[in-house]
């Protein structure tokens, strides 16, 4: 089952697996199967190795593994490699969810490694739906000889309770996240997830409905390439028959993203504003969203004895401070101040608090995580007399508090209540105070990119008036570009390629010179999206 992965890394590598504890050659009467010591069993074992730095490659419910070691210990991981990863088990997730979960489990405890056709049908299938019935032999083979199935219900109970949200969003190692996107045992969107969450990660879909990739299928040819130029290797030649389905048609979300491309002929950016530079392209979040900036602003320039509290919970990458700081632009002679918990000690967020008061003309601050420290008593507690300044003594103050963690503004607030006076907090923010900024689209990246092409052109002396349509549409269908952050910075170095006498940003600006991507998109979706080469976009503030 593995053979394919094991000779072709360790080639090139010395490459070092090992089982986890409870399955394999590792000890099977384990007192705790946990994440936690599934973590420490991998800081043990780097340690015995004396292991001083080394690429870190996580499958499955080991990608999550990995991502907790690389957010501990960045000195020693030089690249994070993740397939079919997640950073939250099911247990974590939804009713729903859940409820697959548990079926699975009563599953595995009544028929795990054992010869029952049904058996295969359902639990194999979900590991490799594409899988030949000698694949589906070897399988059941290597379950039975792998664990005992009491210790494989305690290993998918453990895989449920996974929760590496908060980790992977402190990832500071180049990341690489590949991910089969009809995978049935771990969905898509949890990958693209999970590549969200880490700061610059690269996302990589595979056309293929296995969770375990299969020697020979197309999808194990282009991971194992992506694998090697991200660990800045010259790709090997892969069997025939993976190297003909490396250039897979464009589905899915790629057709909105099209469509989004070819209707496009002018763009006034301040057409789709929500607040200052902060744009979204679809009408109902753009209207949400300024209904939240509206009572943000209005709470600021009309003071009352009443709170101005309000609570934002955000996807990653969404932009939420820059939504804020396009709000406080909007109030002119009032002070704006940002706080982030997560980086300060108890005297930094205790001194930053007393200067947010202290500013006469009156002051919006943003503090940032506020759900992070959840063990430390002294957050919300000094935080409280704050939110309370505007009733009891009128002063001029407004806070916005912001974070995204957890899955949904329900959860995020569901963590704030846990914590010591998080129900206390939650009480000064009024319901109607309280918003979701939902993820960007296709149509949100294209804008944010045509504002950047046009910010960085201003910046780099250059008047950036149009952009080609198949740059845009690769911009829209790039999952690293899937953050406002990571396109900002791409956009830039774009424009840097862009001659001096030409308004127009073209397709080949967006790459370096001999830059592989170039060429392998344009093969990959050519057939799909030939119509967008060559013709234009224009761009108006």
Known sequence: MWRHWLETLAADYQLVRYDERGSGLSDWQCDDISLETWVKDLESLVDSLSLEQFPLLGLSQGGAVAVAYAARHPERVTQLIILGGFAKGWLRQGSRTAEQGSALMTLAAQAWGRDNPAFRQVFTSLFMPEATSEQMRWFNELQRVSATPENAVRIVTAIGDIDVVELAQHIAVPTLVLHSRDDAMIPFSAGRRLAALIPGARFVPLQSQNHLLQEGEPAWGIALREIERFLGKEPRAVPQSAANGELPEPTGDDGEARSVVASLDRVQLANYSVVGGYTRYSDAVRNALKDASVK??????????????????????????????????????????????????????????????????????????????????????????????????????????????????????????????????????????????????????????????????????????????????????????????????????????????????????????????????????????????????????
């Open 296 to 541: 943000i602003i209005q709470g600021c320039r009309q003071p009352s004895r009443k709170r101005e509290n309000h609570l934002i919970w955000a996807f990653p990458g969404t932009g939420k401070t820059y939504f804020v700081q396009q709000v406080a632009q909007a109030v002119e002679g009032t002070k704006y101040q940002e706080i982030n918990l997560a980086k300060c000690t108890e005297n930094e967020f205790r001194a930053l608090l007393a200067t947010v008061e202290s500013a006469g003309e009156g002051c919006l601050c943003l503090i940032d995580e506020v759900d992070a420290k959840p063990e430390a008593p002294w957050p919300y507690e000094a935080l409280l007399p704050y939110l309370d300044a505007a009733a009891e003594r009128g002063a001029k103050l407004a806070f916005v508090l912001a974070g995204s963690s957890g899955s949904s503004l329900d959860e995020f607030k569901q963590r704030i209540a846990a914590r010591p006076k998080g129900t206390d907090l939650l009480s000064r923010v009024p319901k109607d105070n309280q918003y979701l900024i939902a993820p960007l689209d296709a149509g949100d990246r294209i804008l944010v990119a045509l504002q950047q092409f046009r910010v960085a052109g201003r910046d780099l002396g250059k008047d950036v008036r149009a952009v080609e349509r198949l740059g845009l549409f690769y911009v829209a269908v790039s999952p690293e570009l899937s953050n406002a952050r990571q396109l900002r910075e791409f956009t830039f170095r774009a424009v840097e390629r862009l001659p001096d006498v030409d308004d127009r940003l073209k397709y080949d600006h967006l790459f370096n010179p001999g830059d592989p991507e170039n060429k392998a998109f344009w093969l990959r979706t050519h057939t799909f999206v030939s119509d967008l080469a060559n013709t234009f976009v224009t761009i108006a503030d």
